[in-house]
């Protein structure tokens, strides 16, 4: 194997045991916090809100990173890379915004 497929591959590895690793925790967490009745409706709300301005900032993020890639990459692989993501994360946006006002 040569050098560059095993950083790859120790690279791919490292992102999987995080993911295995974020899963464990969040499932100690959960049930935690169930046990300790954490989960009420004010918590519900104060998490809705939160994501919500994460969102939003995001927004920004994405916008400012995209610039920052047209300026030093320009018209590449991660100029379109990004591109998606930023559309992927309106789609997203908009389709959750019309379910739970078709919801309400």
């Known amino acids: 194997m ?24 969040f499932f100690i967490n959960w049930r935690i916090g169930k046990k300790k009745h954490l989960f009420d409706e004010r918590y519900q709300q104060q998490t809705n809100r939160a994501k919500a301005r994460s969102w939003d900032a995001m927004i920004v993020i994405y916008m400012i990173a995209w610039v920052i890639v047209i300026i030093f990459d320009g018209i590449s692989f991660s100029f379109f890379l ?17 379910y739970f006002l078709n919801k309400e």
Request: net charge negative; charged share 0%.
């Open 2 to 25: 040569s050098e560059s497929l095993l950083n790859t591959l120790y690279g791919l590895s490292g992102v999987i045991g995080a993911g295995i690793v974020l899963l464990i925790v």
């Open 82 to 98: 990004l591109t998606a993501l930023l559309v992927l994360h309106n789609m997203t946006a908009a389709i959750t915004n019309m």
